[in-house]
T-cell receptor
Framework: AQSVTQLGSHVSVSEGALVLLRCNYS??????LFWYVQYPNQGLQLLLK??????LVKGINGFEAEFKKSETSFHLTKPSAHMSDAAEYFC???????????FGAGTTVTVRA | DTGVSQNPRHKITKRGQNVTFRCDPI?????LYWYRQTLGQGPEFLTY????????KSRLLSDRFSAERPKGSFSTLEIQRTEQGDSAMYLC????????????FGPGTRLLVL
């Protein structure tokens, strides 16, 4: 079975500051890992995904994430926060042929002017 | 590419009533998924289809819930005898056949059971 844990349900950053969202996974098979963003009253939009190619994955809107097998982590970062980054972020894992995604509880990002 | 669409976007119903939601996936995608998201939580898997075949159902999907995907195109999710605990956002996603292919999500249907 696959699962993810997102550390911190809420993160507040200043505009221009580093955004760091933490995700740790548990998987009995080599995982596929995803970060999605959700704006209020909307569906989920893919930011980036890890599928066993490069361990450093670049996504949209300046986000990137690094897969660290030894730490079972897939943390999401953005060097400089923008007001438009205020949203809820979800880490998800898919295990092999399981197809379904298992999501973390989410981290809400607030950006201060 | 018009994306995944869901209708209605919002539904308010009284306890005990039946409701039906519709999802139209991206046209070339043969996999379709339903998830449920309650307030403050991540989405939880309910069921998925490959073409018209329903291949997996979560234990969350009680016998009051039924999903169909006739002809492998759009899908419907019906909840019979709704309960207040059914209040949630119901999300639909679609993807192509390969593992690790991106699931593209629709905007969701928000259900409120009074």
């Amino acid at each position: 079975a696959q699962s993810v844990t997102q550390l911190g349900s809420h993160v507040s950053v200043s505009e221009g500051a580093l955004v760091l969202l933490r995700c740790n996974y548990s998987s009995s098979v080599p995982p596929y890992l995803f970060w999605y963003v959700q704006y209020p009253n909307q569906g989920l939009q893919l930011l980036l995904k890890y599928t066993s190619a490069a361990t450093l994955v670049k996504g949209i809107n300046g986000f990137e994430a690094e897969f660290k097998k030894s730490e079972t982590s897939f943390h999401l970062t953005k060097p400089s926060a923008h007001m438009s980054d205020a949203a809820e972020y979800f880490c998800a894992v898919e295990g092999g042929n399981d197809y379904k995604l298992s999501f973390g509880a989410g981290t809400t990002v607030t950006v201060r002017a | 590419d018009t994306g995944v669409s869901q209708n209605p976007r919002h539904k308010i119903t009284k306890r005990g009533q039946n409701v039906t939601f519709r999802c139209d996936p991206i046209s070339e995608h043969n996999r379709l998924y339903w998830y449920r998201q309650t307030l403050g939580q991540g989405p939880e898997f309910l069921t998925y289809f490959q073409n018209e075949a329903q291949l997996e159902k979560s234990r969350l999907l009680s016998d009051r819930f039924s999903a169909e995907r006739p002809k492998g195109s759009f899908s419907t999710l019906e909840i019979q005898r709704t309960e207040q605990g059914d209040s949630a956002m119901y999300l639909c996603a679609s993807s192509s056949k390969s593992p690790q292919e991106t699931q593209y999500f629709g905007p969701g249907t928000r259900l409120l059971v009074l």
